[in-house]
Structures are given as structure tokens and as C-alpha cells.
């Protein structure tokens, strides 16, 4: 059985709308989905199937949880990142759940369906490049 | 170059212990993903280099805590080349 996931579950103030929502990518609707049915057996809602996909949210200006700190901390291997705002996000359906230790959030899915991972590849955008991502210099 | 993962991951997937998780049963080769082994995580388009914290137990498989150690996997690749070519 899946563990609950909402004692992970934040009481966050909620993120304004033009907040920069990051996933390291690149994504595909296949690995979105495969992702998302991980978070599946590992966790349920109140119950009830879950189906979720993870993001980080740059929360401050500086700092780690900012976009320069996430993309140059957590995100630092990932050669290409996606970054939508919240706003692009939510208007195409998808709830922002905090979830576990700030800035990590996670995307509600709301059906684990082909057409609902195409919407969220949609949401995501384009990949673009990590501009802090470690090019392997040190040879 | 082309990548072959051990153990597949979301490196975006943290639970509460601030760690990336992922299911031992996604491991090529589980017999490898034991804590203090150094692996490579993720997938073939985002790999990293990872330190396996632990495997824990639940109902629904063994979940193998990950640590993303820094550089990428080219740094550790080139490593191996100079000092092992240098014996």
C-alpha cells in the first residue's frame, strides 16, 4: 500500500501566480507519465489514488530557493530545465501542492491518461538550457 | 556519450528527508544500489552522479535514498581516464 502523503503536505502562504515554477528536464509525455506512476505507488491522498509530478518553486530572490539557486544547486546536472510560471501552469489545470521540505512542490495529475501528460508537457514549455549546468572542465 | 543508468529517478523527486527517492525495483542491477555505493541516477537524457544514502523498506517496495554528488558525470568519466591511464 502507498504511504499517506498528506502529513507532507505544507501549509505554505500560496505562491503568487507569476512565481517561476522549475523541473529539470527534459521532459517527454512518456517520462512524465512514468514519473508521475512512480508517485503513484509511492503515495495516496487522503486515500485516494494519487498521481503527481515534481517541481521546485523559486520562492525568494536570492538564496537557494531562488531561481539562481535552484538551477545552480539542485538542478546542477540537468543540462536543460523547464520553467513555466505558476500562473501557465495552473491555467492549464494543474493544482500546486506543497509538499515535503520548501522549495519542493508537486504537480497534481489529475488522471494518468496520454492526453492529460500531453497537457502537462504544454504547461512545462519548452526546455531551455541550465545555464548553470557543470560542463565537465575540470579535465 | 551514451548513458546507462544504474538505478532509474526523477533527480527532481525530494521526500521528506530532502533526498531524491526512487524504487530499488528500477536498479539494473539492485545488488549494486547498497549504501555508500556510488552510482549513476536519473535517466539517459539527465544522469548524475549519486551516492546511495539508503534503502528503506515500505509496503510498496524498498525505496533507495539518493545523494546527487557534484560534477556531472563527463567530470567523473574524464577522471577515471587520467588516473587509470596514468598507472
Redesign the interface.
Known amino acids: 500500500?502507498?504511504?499517506e502523503l498528506r502529513p507532507?503536505v505544507r501549509h505554505d502562504v500560496p505562491p503568487n501566480d507569476t512565481t517561476v515554477v522549475v523541473?529539470?528536464?527534459?521532459d517527454t509525455a512518456d517520462?512524465l507519465a512514468r514519473?508521475a506512476v512512480?508517485?503513484n505507488?509511492?503515495y495516496q491522498l487522503d486515500g485516494q489514488p494519487f498521481w503527481g509530478?515534481?517541481?521546485?518553486l523559486a520562492l525568494d530572490d536570492l538564496g537557494d530557493a531562488s531561481l539562481d539557486g535552484l538551477l545552480s544547486g539542485?538542478?546542477r546536472?540537468?543540462?536543460?530545465v523547464h520553467t513555466p510560471t505558476l500562473e501557465q501552469v495552473r491555467a492549464a489545470g494543474f493544482e500546486v501542492l506543497p509538499t515535503?521540505?520548501p522549495p519542493?512542490f508537486t504537480l497534481v495529475v489529475p488522471d494518468a491518461t496520454p492526453t492529460t501528460f500531453e497537457r502537462l508537457l504544454s504547461a512545462l514549455g519548452p526546455g531551455v538550457p541550465n545555464p548553470y549546468?557543470?560542463?565537465?572542465r575540470?579535465? | 556519450m551514451a548513458v546507462m543508468v544504474d538505478i532509474t529517478a526523477?533527480?527532481?523527486?525530494?521526500?521528506?528527508t530532502?533526498l531524491v527517492?526512487?524504487?530499488l525495483d528500477?536498479a539494473r542491477d539492485p545488488t549494486v544500489i547498497v549504501p555508500g555505493a556510488i552510482v549513476v541516477a536519473?535517466?539517459a537524457?539527465?544522469?548524475?552522479v549519486v551516492e546511495v544514502v539508503d534503502v528503506v523498506s515500505?509496503?510498496?517496495?524498498d525505496?533507495v535514498h539518493l545523494r546527487?554528488l557534484?560534477?556531472?558525470i563527463?567530470?567523473y568519466a574524464?577522471l577515471v581516464r587520467?588516473t587509470l591511464s596514468a598507472a
Open positions: 500500500m502507498a504511504d507532507h523541473r529539470g528536464g527534459p517520462k514519473h512512480r508517485t505507488r509511492a509530478v515534481s517541481v521546485f539542485r538542478l546536472t540537468y543540462r536543460v515535503f521540505r519542493h549546468h557543470e560542463r565537465g575540470r579535465r | 526523477d533527480l527532481n523527486d525530494e521526500d521528506e530532502g527517492w526512487t524504487f528500477e536519473g535517466d537524457d539527465a544522469p548524475a515500505k509496503e510498496a517496495g525505496v546527487i557534484p560534477g556531472n563527463e567530470d574524464a587520467r
